[in-house]
């Protein structure tokens, strides 16, 4: 897995009114932007998409720690989950393991 960029990310308006996601609570520097988000198909919708992508890396570390949690608890009781495959295939997937 390559290492992405850590947390927390932010995201906001630019000077030139677009959207962007960066990683260092610093909109203006534009080496340490990750993404730049377009007004497609509705501002509304853009700054959801925004919001959605700033809190991958919170959202990854609790999918990690909920399934650390099932696993040792599937182990412990012989059952397994509903869930717990969406949940692995969703971290592979985040880790570019799928």
């Known amino acids: ?7 927390p990310w932010e995201y906001g308006i630019t000077r030139e009114g677009g959207l962007a996601i960066w990683a260092d609570n610093e ?9 730049i988000a377009c ?4 501002r509304d919708e853009t700054v959801d998409n925004a919001r959605l992508i ?10 990690e720690a909920v399934l650390a949690s099932l696993g040792w608890e ?3 009781s012989g059952t397994t989950y ?17």
């Not at 897995?1 to 947390?7: E, I, W």
């Not at 700033?54 to 999918?63: I, S, W």
């Not at 509903?82 to 799928?98: C, F, N, P, V, Y």
Request: aromatic fraction near 0%.
């Open 1 to 7: 897995m390559g290492k992405h960029t850590p947390g």
């Open 27 to 35: 909109p203006d520097h534009d080496a340490d932007a990750l993404a």
């Open 39 to 42: 007004d497609r198909p509705t």
């Open 54 to 63: 700033a809190a991958a890396p919170d959202l990854l570390a609790a999918a």
């Open 74 to 76: 599937e182990k412990r």
């Open 82 to 98: 509903a869930g717990s495959d969406k949940l692995r295939t969703a971290i592979a997937a985040a880790r570019g393991e799928a």
